[in-house]
């Protein structure tokens, strides 16, 4: 067949040292295998000899002539063409727009002020509006932002604003969710092989289900509200194999942790990463979600893991919208190719003022400690709790400094309370965080991770040294200016809280 | 109410399929080669006339723009959080009010290495028009807000070598500022309260230092240009005829 010829071609250095393969932790950067592959233009010439083939999506059929990456077929799909490549500016149409408070009131003053006060939306039932930034706060302006995207739900009839009206109880408002990027996957508004555009640069978490979403600002969100598209520009695709059985200490945060202090801050700025493998086949939805929520500490545009069972449970779980998911072709053109060889690496931390300072977790063991922070998008979700929980019950020992609790959402925050942490004979993650001295988990938001209004919970006021189970730590991430913050995962925090400086989480899990 | 309601979106759905074959308007605000760049357009930049620094020629097809100001010198990285923090965000800059508001608080959340402030405490607006950075300008957040305190606070131009995604594209989208490419590293080579001068023109832009005499090739914007020379991604797309004027 001609298209196995072509198929041969895109990777040049494809098949070059496979003893280079495997490799164990860094910082010994020769001892992971990077293949920055040339790619090798497909000649146009051989395609159009080949024979005439039945016009069919190649989105929809395993019969490709020119390969594409998952990134391309979605957004082929979405711009109503059979191909697009890398470059290609294109229109895409949305297929849903999600919101919060911070920039709803923003977009939506954009889309009437530019396409008139009785304007409509493109579609009502594509909207998701979620407050969860400036939520439990005094700020009078925060809480009038709550209310403007109030108002407009209201007007325009948006089908899913997830409100929150009684400050005082966040449980006495049922339809409250909390974080957008939790929220959204557990509403069963994340679906394979979609466009997700958001007003937030987080939105790329979603990019866990297989399908393309990414971050975008206010202006461009007023442009979707009234039409429901959006030109993007079609990224290359970097792609990071991940191989390996998981060590039992080790957790999706290490593994993004590791990727971009290997790439950098900017190593993926205009790209899409795309992680694939058996470690990532072998991931729980919520660790995939904290893989591709840290795509944008690398500069991506999105990240992207190939829908499999594990995700068509979760999502047929939560939504009866049909989806379609979409694979890379086995010829497709990659901009790079990493492999890493999951079993050596080790926990490890970002150090201030940067995600992209690595250092293990064991090489800061002298690095004393104020305080630990569990929460957000990235790091307070179920399993993140149910992690953090399972360290304190196995160490048996009490924490040394405050430990801030924050569940993503109202559904993390009842599992905290009601789910049994395995092993612990039954107790849940909230008693074992009790006997050990942290603080009561707190209402379900975006808390302290950005700061925030003075009066947030948890956030750093004082030039402290904080471990977080966040996502950025630049100057002033937290609040303070010169607070100085430590990326890490849940377990890491965890062993960081009991002795008060940054810790490897193995000096307590076996 | 229902006529408001036809003219939003059919009309749109409508225009917006001639951009999609259209070959002229091929990036509005992406990024491209300079060979891509076709433009010739008279645009009238709304902001021109809040800025007696802007000048431009009239005639030529080859549109000469230049500002002329203060520098404010940064390093790199400098992320969304030190153009404007978080608490800040309450501020809705669609509200001309908060607009004027955000500005005065642009740059802010720099640490306090940086002695020289971007907005001196009390004013509303700053006495830099050509920001310099270093690589990756603008990373983390999407917030809107970064490029907008920008503008607000009366810069012009930033001059970085390179820019986080987001970062570029809101600033194209809003028109608020010109985010431009130098080829060296000019942050290393400029200081806080040097003179300069940036022309933008097409294929050659520079930036002139005059306090130190140097001058730097900067990358052309490319087709960005246009977009921000409109005041913006709408105000681009009305006067390209992809989308009707606004009905108030």
């Given amino acids: ?510 | 109410m229902a006529a408001s309601l036809q003219f939003a979106n059919p009309t749109l759905s409508q225009t917006l399929a001639s951009p999609i074959r259209s070959s002229s308007f091929r990036s509005p605000f992406l990024r491209f080669d300079s060979s891509s760049v076709s433009f010739h357009s008279k645009l009238v930049s709304s902001r021109e006339a809040s800025s007696a620094f802007v000048t431009r020629s009239a005639a030529e097809p080859q549109e000469r723009k230049t500002f002329h100001g203060l520098c404010y010198v940064v390093g790199d990285n400098i992320d969304t959080d030190q153009i404007i923090p978080a608490e800040f965000l309450t501020l809705v800059p669609s509200n001309p009010d908060e607009y004027e508001k955000l500005g005065s608080y642009a740059l802010i959340g720099l640490p306090a290495a940086y002695k020289e402030r971007f907005v001196q405490p009390g004013e509303m607006k700053t006495k830099y028009s050509i920001i310099i950075g270093g690589e990756n300008f603008g990373c983390g957040s999407s917030r809107e807000h970064a490029p907008v305190c920008l503008g607000a606070a009366g810069a012009k131009a930033v001059v970085a070598q390179s820019y986080a995604r987001i970062f570029f594209r809101n600033s194209v989208a809003t028109g608020e500022i010109y985010p431009l490419d130098s080829e060296v590293r000019v942050c290393d080579e400029c200081k806080t309260g040097d003179v300069a001068t940036v022309e933008l023109r097409e294929g050659d832009s520079i930036l002139i230092n005059h306090t130190t005499g140097k001058e730097y090739k900067l990358k052309p914007i490319g087709d960005a240009g246009p977009v921000i020379d409109a005041g913006g991604i709408f105000a681009y797309a009305r006067k390209a005829g992809m989308i009707p004027s606004a009905s108030v």
């Fill in chain 1, 1 to 510: 067949m001609a298209s196995s010829v072509i198929s041969s071609s895109p990777f040049v250095c494809k098949s070059s040292s496979k003893k280079d393969l495997g490799f164990s932790s860094f910082p010994k950067s020769s001892q992971i295998s990077i293949h920055r592959c040339q790619k090798k233009s497909i000649s146009r010439k051989i395609v159009s000899v080949m024979a005439p083939q039945t016009e069919r999506s190649p989105g929809t059929t395993g019969s490709v002539k020119t390969g594409m990456t998952m990134t391309e077929k979605i957004l082929a799909r979405a711009a109503e063409k059979s191909l697009v490549v890398p470059g290609d500016n294109i229109w895409v149409n949305v297929d849903v727009l999600m919101t919060h408070d911070v920039c709803g009131p923003g977009a939506f003053g954009i889309f009437k002020r530019e396409f008139g006060e009785k304007a409509k939306v493109w579609d009502p039932e594509k909207i998701v509006v979620i407050p969860d930034h400036y939520i439990f706060t005094a700020d009078k302006r925060a809480n009038r932002n709550v209310d403007i995207m109030r108002e407009h739900c209201r007007e325009q009839n948006i089908k899913y604003f997830y409100d929150i009206t009684d400050l005082g109880d966040f449980r006495a408002n049922p339809d409250y969710k909390g974080v957008c990027h939790v929220a959204l996957a557990q509403e069963g508004h994340c679906r394979p092989g979609e466009v997700l555009l958001g007003t937030d640069s987080h939105t790329c978490t979603a990019g866990a289900f297989g399908q393309f979403a990414t971050g975008i600002g206010n202006t461009d969100a007023g442009f979707v509200l009234g039409t429901g598209k959006v030109l993007l520009k079609v990224p290359p695709t970097m792609r990071f194999i991940l191989d390996g059985e998981m060590p039992s200490y080790l957790q999706a945060k290490d593994l993004i942790l590791h990727i971009i202090g290997e790439i950098s801050v900017a190593g993926a700025t205009y790209k899409t990463m795309e992680f694939s493998g058996t470690t990532v086949e072998s991931l729980t939805m919520e660790e995939r979600m904290t893989l591709c929520n840290m795509v944008i500490e690398a500069g991506g545009k999105n990240g992207v893991i190939p829908p499999d069972a594990t995700t068509l449970d979760y999502v047929e779980n939560r939504t009866s919208v049909p989806f379609e998911p979409v694979y890379s072709d086995g010829n497709a053109s990659f901009a790079a190719e990493y492999r890493f060889d999951v079993s050596k690496l080790e926990p490890v931390v970002a150090k201030p003022h940067s995600p992209d300072n690595r250092a293990l977790a064991r090489e800061c063991k002298d690095v004393k400690i104020d305080r630990v922070y569990i929460g957000s998008c990235t790091g307070g979700k179920t399993e993140d709790f149910m992690a953090a929980a399972k360290l304190f019950y196995a160490s048996g020992k009490k924490v040394k400094v405050p430990t801030f609790l924050v569940p993503a959402t109202q559904k993390v925050w009842m599992d905290v309370y009601a789910l049994p942490v395995p092993g612990s004979g039954g107790k849940t993650c909230a008693q074992i965080f009790e006997e050990a001295g942290c603080d009561t988990p707190a209402s379900p938001s975006c808390g302290a991770c950005l700061g925030g209004p003075s009066d947030t919970y948890a956030r750093l006021n004082e030039p402290q040294v904080c471990v977080s189970t966040t996502n950025r730590n630049f100057p002033g991430r937290m609040g303070h200016k010169e607070g100085q913050i430590y990326l890490a995962s849940p377990y890491t925090a965890a062993a960081s809280a009991l002795t008060g400086y940054v810790t490897d989480p193995r000096e307590f899990l076996q």
